[in-house]
């Protein structure tokens, strides 16, 4: 499922690759993408306009096609973008198709079709409405300590819940609290300082790492968890077998020894 490297990946594709072009029409061949917007209302308000540039907010990419008018994309469970150059054909998953007047179309792929597509007018009050919480690269340490002191729960719960942070998925957050040696059932009222701070440093660390391998699982460092997790996987630093564990309605993987679960 796209997170917040992946989703900033797909801006950086899209601002490389589908900006300033005056957009000529827009083919959508499954409506079951679009929310709130007809197929027809999609293609007539964009004709004509151009992607002027981009905005990522946790899981969810804005591209602005004026002041008051911006597509918003999130990538469900299977989503991505693919630009493709005049005679190239489109993926049969591709969902709609943006069409530019230089012959270039910019497909939004979507599998298994939990991705949306939706014009809004305004960023920050979608982000207000949806209560989609701070984004997970712009939170300093300091707001970090105040949402974990704030929300009651394990902490893999509060990494994944977009309402008290954005971006974080279940791949990444076990990642996150295995780097940083916290057990992912722990109690955030029961982290230390210390753990906290862990906790923020390896956020960043796991995000910004993944996001400059453009999440490339193939080249992921081999002391990360991603690379072992799963059934007979072995811990990368004390090589004991992975375990797993429903927490948050997620299946959890982590190493039982380096992430030991406060008394
Ligand atoms: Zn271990």
Redesign the pocket.
Known sequence: MPELPEVETFKRYLDATSLHQPIKGVDVRSAYVLKGVSARELARRLKGRRFENSHRHGKHLFVRANSRLWLRLHFGMTGSLEYLNHGEVAPKTARVIFRFATNRRLAFDDQRKFGEIELIEDVNEFLQTREIGPDALKVGLSQFKAIAGKHRGAMKAILLNQRSIAGIGNLYADEILFRARVHPATQAATLSNMDLRRLFCATRCVLGKAIALKTDFNRLPKSWLLTHRGKRGR??????V?KSQMIGGRTSWF?????KRAP
Do not use: E, G
């Open positions: 811990c990368p630093r004390c090589c004991r992975l190493c039982a020894h380096c992430q």
